[in-house]
């Protein structure tokens, strides 16, 4: 099973907008609506942030904002801060209780 | 609040085998499933694995049959992955992760352990 396809990275100055694209197959991203997406900073555990393509956990911020069209999952994240700057990840269900995960866009605050 | 704790670091020599425990506190495993990812070095995460405590049931991804066991222990709240036959290439930080009954995602996350495979 392929690794869902991620941007290497993006960048965006304080207050902007940024969004990150991950595309995978009809098999995983485009077959059901359980994309979720993870925060990573190095050294920590991994932070749910969207779940069920556009749903967010309680705490986290409205600025964060998860949507998919066909075989395309994206997070986009809005009024960028600086504390925002970390690795993350998308991850899909890909039917019979597998998973794939991208391989991690590290957004960079300027 | 659930949270996940992990064992520490491990060395291992080629050929040999690892086990990594996360201890569940906050909650009950048997309502839950837990699952096993990981991270070589400069690489994304990978998901490897789950055992579901409601069920018994196991799923491992292709690429660790035959070399992945994961199971849990509910009497103590304890999740186990144990790899096997290890190389190099295994060098990783190893991450257990909850998903709550049905759900498809996966919180929280555990501190990770980092296993070094080295001769």
């Known amino acids: 099973q392929s690794a869902l396809t991620q941007p290497r990275s993006v960048s965006g100055s304080p207050g902007q907008s940024v969004t990150i694209s991950c595309t995978g197959t009809s098999s995983d991203v485009g077959g059901y609506n359980y994309v979720s997406w993870y925060q990573h900073h190095p050294g920590t555990a991994p932070k749910l942030m969207i779940y069920d393509v556009g749903k967010r956990p309680s705490g986290v911020p409205d600025r964060f904002f998860g949507s998919k069209s066909g075989n395309t999952a994206s997070l986009t994240m809005s009024g960028l801060q600086a504390e925002d700057e970390a690795d993350y990840y998308c991850c899909s269900y890909a039917g019979s209780y597998t998973w794939v995960f991208g391989g991690g866009t590290k957004v960079t605050v300027l | 609040q659930v949270q996940l704790v992990q064992s520490g670091a491990e060395v291992k020599k080629p050929g040999a085998s690892v086990k990594v425990s996360c201890k569940v506190s906050?909650?009950?495993?048997?309502?839950?499933?837990s699952h096993w990812v990981r991270q070589a070095p400069g690489k994304g995460l990978e998901w490897m694995g789950s055992f579901n405590a409601e069920d018994g049931e196991t799923v491992y991804a292709q690429k660790f049959l035959g070399r992945l066991t994961v199971t849990a222990d509910t009497s103590t709240d304890t999740a186990h992955m144990e790899l096997s036959s290890l190389r190099s290439e295994d060098t990783a930080v190893y991450y257990c992760a909850l998903a709550a009954g049905g759900t498809r995602w996966f919180s929280p996350w555990g501190q990770g352990a980092l296993v070094t495979v080295s001769s």
């Open positions: 906050g909650y009950t495993l048997t309502e839950l499933s």
